[in-house]
């Protein structure tokens, strides 16, 4: 005979119930969500893909658009951890940045191109606390590449002149580009090919002047001698 449970062990197996449910509906949302955009989703589908009710979905989660931002939560949480993990394992600021340019493109663009468009569109949302919510997770994204700038800035390996969240923008602002023209025109560049452009591109731009125009007289003097051999 099946003994009833009683206080905390059933409100722990009711916990546990609950706590595998949400992660259920989070997991069909985000496919819903990815597949058909947010204005092209319900609640009644997400329901239906799990073989429950509508009323089970909004006793979890206050609204579609509420489902919405956790589910996006949930996936800025999961790209974040892997960079605050790896990036720190990667030798060298300029192998540091290449490397997120890389895993930007292959997360956005190979991995999670749903939840890509997703993102781009509803962060343009007029939502003030979807907005905030964008920003926060986005703060956090973006934490490991301000970090290895700063300390790039530190030491003089990169250009002290301009502010750090300049310097962020010139790199994600340059990758959404390359996303908009992927997710609007179809046009999906050689992801190792353009993340190598970019590197090479943006490490030129942060290189200190003084380095620079170390660069620029080398190159000229190169030019010259090669010059004087031909003639």
Not at 20 to 35: M, P, Y
Not at 40 to 63: H, K, P, Q
Not at 89 to 102: D, E, P, S
Request: charged residues 25%.
């Amino acid at each position: 005979m099946n003994t009833p449970l009683k206080g905390s062990r059933k409100r722990e197996v009711l916990g546990t119930r609950s706590e595998r449910r949400v992660r259920e509906i989070l997991a069909v949302a985000r496919q819903v969500f990815s597949d058909n955009g947010y204005e092209n989703s319900t609640t009644l589908d997400i329901a239906r893909e799990l073989g429950i009710s509508e009323a089970t979905v909004f006793s979890y989660f206050s609204s579609k658009r509420d489902l919405c931002m956790q589910v996006i939560k949930g996936w800025y949480d999961e790209i974040s951890l892997v960079l605050e993990r790896e990036v720190p394992l990667v030798v060298g600021t300029r192998a540091r940045l290449h490397f997120v340019v890389h895993k930007h493109l292959v997360t956005l663009m190979q991995d999670g191109t749903g939840m890509c468009k997703l993102v781009l569109s509803e962060g343009r949302s007029a939502d003030a606390e979807f907005a905030d919510l964008i920003a926060e997770l986005k703060r956090r994204y973006t934490a490991p590449l301000m970090k290895v700038l700063a300390a790039a800035q530190r030491d003089g390996e990169i250009r002290q002149d301009m502010p750090l969240p300049l310097l962020r923008d010139m790199v994600y602002g340059s990758m959404e580009h390359v996303l908009w023209d992927y997710m609007v025109n179809r046009n999906k560049p050689d992801i190792e090919t353009t993340a190598g452009q970019l590197t090479n591109m943006l490490w030129a731009a942060f290189m200190p002047v003084s380095q620079s125009l170390e660069q620029l007289v080398r190159f000229r003097g190169e030019v010259s001698e090669a010059l004087r051999r031909l003639e």
